[in-house]
């Protein structure tokens, strides 16, 4: 198992994203908006660790817990279901690759097939 994606919520992804390339030197990798062209997120890279820094965590609900994520990169997402569920593991949330689920103390996990590289 190896780190996917650290997801970060953020105010203002612009300004979260000068500081971490800016300072860190981060290079970024993508930007993402809403349908309204409203900056949703901006993509960075740590050394093959993918920084998302979001206005909106996917799969945020009240069970969601903090605002980060921690992502592991898996190839069978529907093995991953089985194996969380029989865990007694509760997935809160999903998009067409990752899905969402707590640690014990709350920390919000995912599972992910999402491509790194395109």
């Known amino acids: 198992m190896r780190p996917h994606h650290l997801a970060l919520r953020v105010a ?5 994203a000068s500081f971490y390339a800016g300072l860190l030197g981060l290079t970024e990798r993508a930007r993402h ?12 890279e740590a050394e093959g660790l993918l ?11 009240p069970e ?3 605002g980060h994520l921690l992502a592991f990169v898996v190839d069978d ?3 991953w ?9 509760i ?8 899905l969402y689920f707590c640690d014990p103390d709350g920390h919000r996990l ?6 790194l590289e395109r």
């Open 12 to 16: 203002d992804p612009a300004r979260s």
């Open 33 to 44: 908006h809403d349908p309204d062209g409203a900056l949703r997120s901006v993509w960075l």
């Open 51 to 61: 920084l998302m820094l979001e206005k909106r965590l996917a799969g945020e609900g």
């Open 64 to 66: 969601a817990g903090s």
């Open 77 to 79: 997402l529907a093995g």
């Open 81 to 89: 279901e089985s194996r969380l569920a029989a865990a007694g593991a």
């Open 91 to 98: 997935v809160h949330g999903r998009t067409a690759h990752t």
């Open 110 to 115: 995912g599972v992910s097939t999402f491509p």
